[in-house]
């Protein structure tokens, strides 16, 4: 019985790609196989996650060094602007400085 799905990701630069692992307890998950899909017939989803698996899917992905395409309002988004603040103090304190010398 496979209860708590765990995800593993390798960023592999011999093949330009991330290997991608699930396990659970001592169950691993080989490869997807993919087979003829026939009109009108109902298919069930390659793979159901809860919400905290797949979360440690995105997790290590975000690990592996993958950020999503478009990043509006994700946390790269608000790091950007966080620096981009950082630099106006910066500039603001040496304009202020140097008007007070």
């Known amino acids: 019985m496979i209860n708590r799905v765990e995800c593993g990701a390798v960023k592999n630069p011999m093949t330009r790609s991330i ?6 307890g001592k ?14 017939i109902h298919h069930e989803p390659t793979l159901r ?3 905290g698996e797949a979360q440690n899917i995105m997790d290590e992905l975000w690990s592996c ?17 966080e620096n981009h603040l950082s630099d106006m103090r910066k500039i603001a304190f040496e ?3 140097i008007a007070t010398n």
């Open 19 to 24: 290997d991608l692992y699930l396990y659970s």
């Open 27 to 40: 169950s691993v998950a080989d490869q997807i196989v993919f087979s003829e899909a026939n009109e009108g």
């Open 49 to 51: 996650l809860k919400y």
């Open 65 to 81: 060094g993958l950020r999503p395409t478009e990043g509006s309002g994700s946390a790269g988004s608000l790091k950007a602007t």
């Open 95 to 97: 304009v202020l400085e």
